[in-house]
């Protein structure tokens, strides 16, 4: 029998870069908040580490083995066998991936929230990809841009912008959609490699701007600017620079005394009255089970544990999991098409390019020409594209342990090692991003067999590689080949895009539409069928973008949360 705690407002289900925002908001309004998740407060004195062997080789930055025991399997085909896939580079903390991730903070173009109908006005039908559910999504950009203000301010945004209420500068990114006004922090510190590549892209007609981060580029709120020390892909920051929830919006929530921590609580169940209403959430912590009542719930987990909760979460209401009576949830899933699904370029130059630790693509310089439809894809086969990043962020052992161009007979011995030595410097990468979309085939459901330590199903993942992605991935590489030639590469390798199986970047799943039929949530993020239910994160998107999504995650669980608190009698009841 659980024990019952105390009832609040609202559950807030994780604390990272969605929960770890949508807190805030909800606070200021005067809500009691219980914030609960899997993971624990991390020490940025004790527990973050410029060091590349605890970082990256031994994976340290963690709270707990959650994402272990519960990795998802993946299969290719609706039909094919599934196999346990490795653990998710997502995290249990209080601040969540936003601890360690890159720190890219993007905006959606008004192009991806509405692809069926530009596509269709500018091509024909007969351009959207065959197979794909893919629908416009029920807002605009114009619609989630103050919220994108809202989070770029009170997160901590470092940036250039390109378009200022229409008008266009090229210092920033002339393909984004309209900003109210600049950013609040200029962009992270150039260098020679980077300017290097800037006078490359020039040369080629391109547009190069430096990358949008939630970096400090110079102290804000009390805390200090970015070192430039490396590691923020697999470590948190020492310096508390990176603006990660733990230290911006979520000690802002604290502050109004409304918000309740419940750490190292895991969520089994979002538990619903048989009217079909969520009465609040059950979870585990040391081994107790507790039950939180509570009159509303957010639900801000990674994409693959938001839809295994509202799978697992059974009632009379809901016997095929929580808002699921259209079969909508685990659905229009897909993940990005990225480094991760092979679509990547790496360049040998003739000098070392001194490139060692840095920001890595917070401290970027990215060219837009070839994503989403910035260019005309008439005859190509394919919609979308993908954003090109190159970055600084090298350290030794990855060094070592990159390709040798062919020039060593194997990656040991006397010759190997004078060429590491010699070259290691002299090579740099590109992320490739690129626009990805939902399928009929591509879905999450719950594996049949295989379960973790409390004996419930793990999520299992179904993707297959899609030709339109691929298309546009190859496209983008030969793009990037050409931009590292003209800066003076003597040697390139592009990789073999095959689409991706489990990624950093998930969508879908609880797709947000005005259609119950297609979709889970509404236009607010709120479920269908659970009125008193909100879904944060990646879960809700209908596109992905060729950019990171962690800055539309957050604009967008601001928006669901002060929808909530400015329509709390309606939705509560």
């Known amino acids: 029998m659980a024990i019952t705690l105390k009832p609040v407002d609202v559950a807030v289900v ?93 905006r959606l173009k008004p192009w991806d929230f509405k692809t069926v109908s530009m596509v269709t006005k500018r091509y024909g039908r007969s351009y959207i990809p065959a197979g794909s559910t893919l629908e416009d999504w029920p807002i605009s950009y114009d619609d989630l841009e103050p919220y994108y203000d809202t989070v770029e301010r009170e997160v901590g945004v470092s940036g250039k912008a390109g378009n200022i209420q229409g008008k266009l500068d090229k210092e920033g990114n002339i393909f984004e959609g309209p900003r109210m006004r600049e950013y609040p922090m200029p962009h992270l510190r150039s260098c020679d490699y980077l300017e290097m590549m800037k006078k490359a892209a020039r040369s080629l007609g391109w547009n190069p701007f430096h990358s949008p981060a939630a970096i400090n580029s110079q102290p804000r709120d009390g805390r200090g ?45 979002i538990n619903a009255d048989d009217k079909g209403r969520v009465t609040g959430v059950t979870y585990i912590f040391d081994g107790m089970e507790y039950f939180q009542p509570a009159k509303a719930a957010l639900i801000g987990s990674y994409t693959y544990e938001n839809v ?80 090109m990043t190159v970055n600084t962020e090298k350290h030794p052992i990855a060094a070592a342990s990159g390709s040798t161009w062919g020039q060593t007979q194997r990656n040991w011995g006397s010759d190997w090692k004078r060429w590491i030595h010699t070259n290691a410097g002299r090579t740099a990468s590109a992320y490739i991003q690129g626009n990805s979309f939902p399928y ?46 003209a800066a003076g590469a003597i040697m390139t390798q592009k990789g073999n895009p095959n689409g991706p199986n489990l990624s950093t970047h998930t969508y879908g799943g609880t ?63």
């Not at 920051?237 to 609580?265: E, G």
């Not at 691929?470 to 080949?481: F, G, L, V, W």
């Open 14 to 106: 994780g604390l990272g870069a969605a929960g770890g925002v949508a807190v805030l908001p909800l606070c200021r309004a005067g809500l009691k908040v219980a914030g609960i998740d899997a993971g624990t407060w991390m020490d940025p004195h004790k527990d973050f580490k410029a060091d590349e062997i605890h970082n990256s080789t031994r994976g340290m930055i963690t709270t707990g083995n959650k994402i272990r025991r519960e990795a998802p399997t993946v299969r290719n085909s609706p039909t094919g066998q599934a196999r346990r896939g490795g653990p998710s580079p997502m995290m249990n903390a209080i601040g969540g991936t936003s601890i360690h991730y890159h720190a890219q903070s993007w």
């Open 225 to 269: 600017a970015c070192g430039y020390h490396g590691y923020c892909d697999r470590g948190g920051c020492h310096l508390q620079a990176k603006n990660s929830t733990c230290f911006s919006t979520v000690p802002k929530a604290q502050k109004t005394k409304n918000l309740t921590i419940f750490d190292r609580a895991q969520v089994t169940r």
């Open 308 to 387: 295994r909760l509202l799978l697992l979460s059974k009632s009379k209401a809901y016997p095929n999991g929580l808002g699921n009576n259209k079969g909508q949830v685990g659905k229009h899933y897909f993940g990005h098409w990225d480094a991760q699904a092979g679509a990547s370029v790496s360049a040998l130059f003739p000098e070392d390019l001194n490139i060692w630790y840095g920001a890595i693509l917070s401290q970027g310089v990215v060219i837009d020409e070839w994503a989403d439809d910035s260019f005309d894809h008439s005859g190509l086969g394919f919609i979308g594209g993908a954003s």
């Open 440 to 485: 009929e085939t591509t879905f999450l459901d719950l594996d049949p067999e295989v379960k973790d330590p409390l004996g419930d199903p793990v999520i299992r993942v179904t993707t297959m590689t899609r030709e339109n992605e691929r298309k546009a991935a190859m496209y983008a590489q030969d793009k990037c080949e050409q931009w590292f030639k």
């Open 511 to 573: 797709r947000m539409g005005d259609n119950p039929e297609t979709n889970v949530c509404d236009k607010w993020g709120f479920s269908h069928e659970a009125p008193n239910l909100g879904m944060l994160g990646g879960s809700v998107f209908g596109t992905s973008g060729a950019r990171n999504p962690t800055l539309t995650i957050q604009a967008l669980a601001w928006r669901t949360a002060e929808h909530l608190a400015k329509n709390w009698k309606s939705i509560t009841g």
